[in-house]
């Protein structure tokens, strides 16, 4: 985040606060003595474009992260899930998902599913991320913020989705390559291909150096 | 710890070393590990948070001290205050936000806790010698670090003034830091001395809790209520800042009418312009001295016995009088030389406000009263140092050339006249100040030529 975006944010009106629905998961809360709660290793954060918001991550996804060692949260932004409706676009989403950010014990990663992706991204612009993975990203901004802090970027699409301008271009803003996975990009929540997504995110989060 | 104990440095290589675990202190750690470096951060006392925390021994916290600046003006740039809290956070709330920042970062692992630092010594060209005296007994540590950056803010050493007959005075005389418990205020007579924004604070406490309240201020100030046209008035004024340049006169002169009528109804009058000094930012004083529970009189001439008698020959006999005259900035490990501290005035000289004119890796962060909140401009300050160190690593060409930079920014600002009081030496325009910051980063972040 640069000082102009800052100054120019400061001085603009901040979105009306609501009471957001908050949904997470700690490796004890598993009552598995094989996990342990792993300190290095940063907490995750999901979101998703998907209406059912952070309920959505329950099935599976917030359950799979504890597993390895991570706290995992999921968030509903306004309109979503338990969280009351409320005025305001992109920006108002953004500052919810790094209002729910700031509230994890340590400095997460921010996972964005489908629309999520593009609140994480502008997240990531105003919140040190531990990291940013967008999956199936839509709706991204042409010129995302720059991550604040450097963290690495994860770009993971479903198959039948490389070849579109949509990840192209998100591809291109961060200088990175896509990672594919099989399935259909609005089902990641649960089933086999929502698995094998799980899998590569965690093996990359394990692989980054934080 | 022998190892430390002889008279051989630890060397820590390119590690910086931060003075302070208090709010400057926090987020220049966190500023510096962001960008690469190891930190060793020493705090003289035995918990974080500096001013906020009321545990420290050299806490200035007053009864119900609140922030003076709203919350989105204050709040660290990435680390958000939760936006359910008040438009003004108390200080224990500052405290949490601290202590979750700390937390959040994983910023107490630096932090070396009761280590107080006795001397700090330029050695072999741009390096510095530290010598931490821990608290407990032990035996003093030397070690070795490629930068320091000095975050002991400037609110801890009280600035006692001296008044005829105050020595022998009979009474209860303390400094707005010894107050701490609003309890002591209950049902005395008492005189508050000092007419900023902790005189002002305690005159309203004592208004509603003692028995009565004489406040001597001895001059006018600017006073700002913490609201104006529905917001909070640092954001209400700010944002005119955004408006065209013909129109901000004329918006911030209709902003202030009401305020202004006011202070001159009740005699406040201020002596400066307005963006001379930082204003009183109080919404409760003046209804106050409109309901009589606060009189303002001018300056203390004497303390007799326990009699008090005012410039303007008027006596009162006060149970309890507390001295809201503010602080002192004290540098008491470095030479005041490096500092640019010459002669008898307790302020430094320092490029943009932070960097030590003398050594380039030696900076202080937080030393500005810019009149919006300081975390966020400390945000910035130590984002510019931490970027600073990076290039005069990496290239020394475009170190040089910053370096004239910010001479000649820093020669810009010294072109302005100081304000009335000493106190306002460490005013800027938050304006201003900003935006030879924002050159400041722009001009450290330009990809180097490759």
């Not at chain 2, 913490?226 to 340049?245: C, F, H, Q, T, V």
């Not at chain 2, 106050?288 to 016995?305: C, K, L, N, T, Y």
Request: charged share 20%; proline share 8%; glycine share 8%.
């Amino acid at each position: 985040m640069s000082l102009a975006a800052w100054v120019r944010r400061a001085r603009t009106p901040a979105p009306a606060p609501v009471k957001r629905e908050y949904a997470f998961f700690e490796p004890a809360d598993l009552f598995d003595m094989d996990i342990k709660d792993d300190p290095e290793a940063s907490p995750v954060l999901c979101c998703t474009g998907d209406p059912a918001g952070a309920a959505a991550f329950n099935a599976l996804w917030l359950k799979r992260i504890a597993t390895s060692g991570r706290y995992a949260a999921a968030v509903s932004v306004r309109g979503q899930g338990g969280t009351p409706i409320a005025e305001g676009g992109l920006e108002a989403r953004a500052h919810d998902i790094v209002q729910a950010a700031v509230t994890v014990p340590r400095q997460a990663v921010l996972i964005g599913h489908k629309e999520g992706a593009a609140w994480a991204a502008l997240a990531a612009g105003r919140y040190p991320a531990a990291g940013l993975v967008l999956v199936s990203p839509q709706k991204v901004p042409k010129q995302p913020p720059t991550p604040v802090g450097n963290p690495s970027v994860l770009l993971v699409v479903a198959e039948s989705e490389t070849q579109t301008k949509e990840t192209q271009a998100v591809a291109d803003a961060y200088g990175i390559a896509p990672l594919t996975f099989a399935g259909s990009p609005d089902d990641v929540f649960k089933g086999a291909g929502a698995e094998g997504l799980l899998d590569a995110i965690l093996s990359w989060l394990a692989s980054k150096k934080d | 710890m022998q190892e430390y104990s002889s008279q051989a440095a630890y060397d820590r290589g390119e590690a910086v070393c931060v003075i302070g675990a208090g709010a400057s202190g926090l987020i220049a750690v966190k500023n510096l590990r962001e960008n690469g470096f190891e930190v060793d951060c020493y705090e003289r006392d035995t918990v974080l948070g500096g001013l906020w925390n009321p545990q420290n021994q050299h806490s200035p916290l007053y009864p119900n001290t609140h922030l003076v600046t709203s919350r989105s003006q204050t709040e660290i740039p990435d680390f958000p205050m939760p936006d359910d809290w008040p438009d003004y956070p108390s200080a224990a709330q500052m405290l949490t936000y601290l202590t979750s920042y700390a937390k959040h970062f994983g910023l107490s692992e630096h932090i070396w806790y009761g280590s107080e630092i006795s001397h700090v010594e330029p050695v072999d060209g741009s390096r510095f010698e530290v010598v931490v005296k821990p608290a407990a007994g032990n035996a003093a540590r030397r070690l070795r670090y490629a930068a320091v950056i000095i975050a002991t803010g400037h609110h801890w050493s009280p600035n006692l003034p001296s008044y005829p007959g105050l020595d022998q005075f009979r009474g209860t005389v303390l400094h707005s830091s010894q107050l701490k418990d609003p309890s002591r205020l209950r049902g005395k007579h008492v005189l508050v001395i000092g007419g900023g924004n902790s005189g002002a604070d305690i005159a309203c406490e004592a208004a509603v809790n003692a028995a009565s309240c004489v406040h001597s201020v001895r001059r006018g100030s600017r006073h700002l209520p913490k609201y104006l046209g529905g917001e909070p008035a640092d954001y209400a004024l700010a944002r005119l800042n955004s408006r065209p340049k013909f129109l901000r006169r004329f918006l911030t002169d209709r902003l202030l009418k009401g305020p202004e009528s006011l202070a001159a109804r009740m005699g406040v009058t201020a002596e400066s312009r307005p963006s001379e000094e930082e204003p009183v930012r109080n919404g409760r004083y003046m209804e106050h001295v409109g309901d009589g529970s606060i009189q303002r009189r001018g300056e203390v001439a004497r303390f007799d016995g326990f009699d008090v008698s005012f410039a303007d020959g008027t006596e009162m006999r006060p149970d309890l009088t507390v001295l809201a005259t503010g602080y002192r900035p004290k540098f008491t490990s470095v030479e005041p030389r490096l500092l640019g501290i010459e002669g008898d005035s307790p302020y430094p000289n320092l490029y943009a406000r932070m960097f030590s004119p003398r050594k380039e890796t030696l900076a202080v962060a937080g030393l500005v009263e810019p009149g919006v909140g300081v975390l966020p401009i400390v945000h910035w300050q130590t984002h510019a140092i931490a970027h600073w160190l990076l290039v005069r690593k990496s290239d020394p060409e475009r170190a040089a050339n910053f370096r004239l930079q910010v001479r000649s920014e820093s020669e810009q600002d010294a072109g302005e006249p100081a304000g009335t009081s000493p106190r306002h030496r460490l005013a800027v325009d938050a304006e201003v100040y900003l935006a030879s910051l924002g050159r400041i980063i722009d001009t450290l972040e330009q990809e180097p030529a490759k």
